[in-house]
């Protein structure tokens, strides 16, 4: 998530960067309106992209199978109820609380423009219903609602263009840009360009409706006169477009600027090549040469080096692993890889002596084997009968629980539970699924599965003595 925060922050400051350099002075203002709205979704999503700029190892040769066998006490514990609790890590706490009082806020600030829509008074200019603040108030703009003072409406024939320019704000629709800036600000706080493209946004607003007022045949000079005179108005919501924005003398520099067609050619010409290299440098995993002594500092992870295993090897591990780890999917406890990823993955993990294997980025599991018998207690099939807590699976078929009934335990060679996820209790009425074998389908599922080794689970260790984390397969 870290490295993810990083990728986004130092992308989003090339993009705006390259908007100060090339673009914030020239009067393409349109196009500006387009690139900054690029730029904040780009910095978002081009650094979940990884691109592998490595070449491939050829496939060694395999030496005898070897796995990790599962521990016996995961699946007691499970079934005798003693499930583990988990709970969100601290900083997944504090983003939803931030982004929770940020959303709190977005929807507080829109109820209140909502509510001026319904409460103030409504006029007409131009055939275009405008709403009357109270003398003294700034005039703005949100989504197709004009707010107008009492007194500029009343001195509408001296003060048309300032209701012009709000009316330039509706029809453009501005207010959606500002609406989806707050939007990311919400789920993304933790990126602070986000504020400033925020401001870059508003700006830029301006700048296209002081560009248009003037198109309308309005006089230069007393236009930005006006502009100058209505600078110090108070201040609108956060979320409107507003002809009293504070950055009066940029307005009025863009105002007496000329525009250039070459010029802006020119600079879209050095623009292209320049994203390239940003979203490229932003995507691009180069091949890495790791030793033991860096993966541990980078991970935490010691390598033994009980015998010659090519150091590349661990270093190639890494680079698959990260790969995945850097773009975390929605469900953050289950990745999936391709089947090349996975196989790769192996033959490598094969490559490693026991104790490598065992301190390796990612582990593969056998297939789940019985760990040897484990046999029920009576009071332990009395209790699993409460269908309230638990659903009961006898040889891979869902039975009611009072089928217990009809067993003893000795009918019984193994036994195993799992907690259900919260969305999974939402669908059933119980919150442990508990799986039984008897005597002889265990006896027949532990010959199969000890005789097909290959069909493997494989974990992926983040850090040293973290939880493991599943990965599945496309």
Excluded at 113 to 124: F, G, H, I, P, S
Excluded at 208 to 221: C, E, T
Excluded at 416 to 437: C, E, F, I, R, W
Aim: glycine share 4%; aromatic share 10%; charged share 20%.
């Amino acid at each position: 998530m870290i490295a993810y925060i990083i990728r986004s922050f130092l992308c989003g400051l090339a993009l705006l960067l390259l908007h100060k350099g090339l673009l914030q002075g020239e009067k393409c203002y349109r196009f500006n309106r387009f690139y900054l709205l690029f730029s904040m979704v780009a910095m978002l999503v081009i650094p979940m992209i990884r691109i592998d700029m490595s070449e491939s190892l050829p496939a060694p040769v395999l030496p005898a199978l070897q796995y990790v066998s599962v521990p016996e006490q995961a699946a007691v514990a499970l079934a005798t109820g003693d499930i583990p609790s988990y709970s969100l890590p601290l900083w997944k706490m504090f983003y939803l609380l931030i982004s929770a009082l940020l959303l709190i806020r977005f929807v507080h600030n829109l109820v209140r423009l909502l509510k001026q829509v319904a409460r103030l008074e409504k006029a007409t200019y131009r055939n275009r219903s405008v709403l009357l603040l109270p003398d003294g108030s700034g005039n703005y703009t949100f989504l197709h609602h004009i707010f107008i003072s009492r007194s500029d409406y009343e001195n509408r024939e001296q003060e048309s263009r300032i209701i012009d320019h709000e009316i330039i704000h509706a029809e453009q629709k501005h207010s959606w840009d500002i609406l989806f800036t707050e939007l990311l600000l919400v789920c993304c706080w933790f990126n602070p360009l986000l504020i400033l493209y925020k401001k870059r946004i508003q700006l830029n607003h301006e700048f296209l409706a002081d560009d248009a007022v003037k198109g309308n045949g309005s006089d230069s000079f007393s236009y930005q006169y006006l502009v100058l005179a209505k600078a110090g108005a108070h201040a609108s919501v956060n979320m409107t477009s507003s002809f009293h924005y504070t950055a009066t003398k940029k307005r009025l520099i863009m105002m007496n600027r000329s525009s250039s067609l070459r010029k802006f050619v020119l600079k879209l010409a050095v623009l292209l090549p320049a994203l390239t290299i940003v979203i490229t440098g932003i995507t691009a995993e180069a091949p890495a040469k790791l030793f033991p002594a860096d993966i541990a500092s980078l991970t935490g992870i010691s390598v033994a080096t009980e015998r010659n295993t090519p150091q590349s090897l661990i270093g190639e591990m890494l680079l698959i692993r990260n790969r995945y780890m850097a773009a975390p999917p929605a469900v953050r406890s289950l990745y999936t890889v391709t089947a090349a990823d996975r196989q790769r993955l192996e033959t490598i993990f094969l490559q490693l002596s026991p104790a490598e294997q065992a301190t390796a980025p990612v582990r593969f599991l056998a297939s789940f084997v019985p760990p040897g018998k484990i046999i029920p207690t009576a009071d332990q099939l009395d209790k699993w009968k409460d269908a309230a807590v638990y659903g009961v699976w006898i040889d891979g078929k869902k039975v009611s629980n009072e089928t217990l009934s009809d067993y003893t335990p000795s009918d019984f060679s193994h036994y195993a539970g799992s907690k259900l996820s919260g969305t999974a209790q939402k669908n059933n009425a119980y919150t442990v699924q508990l799986n039984l074998m008897t005597n002889a389908y265990y006896q027949e599922f532990r010959e199969k599965r000890l005789k097909n080794k290959r069909s493997s689970m494989m974990f992926v260790f983040p850090r040293q003595g973290k939880t493991p984390v599943m990965i599945g397969v496309a």
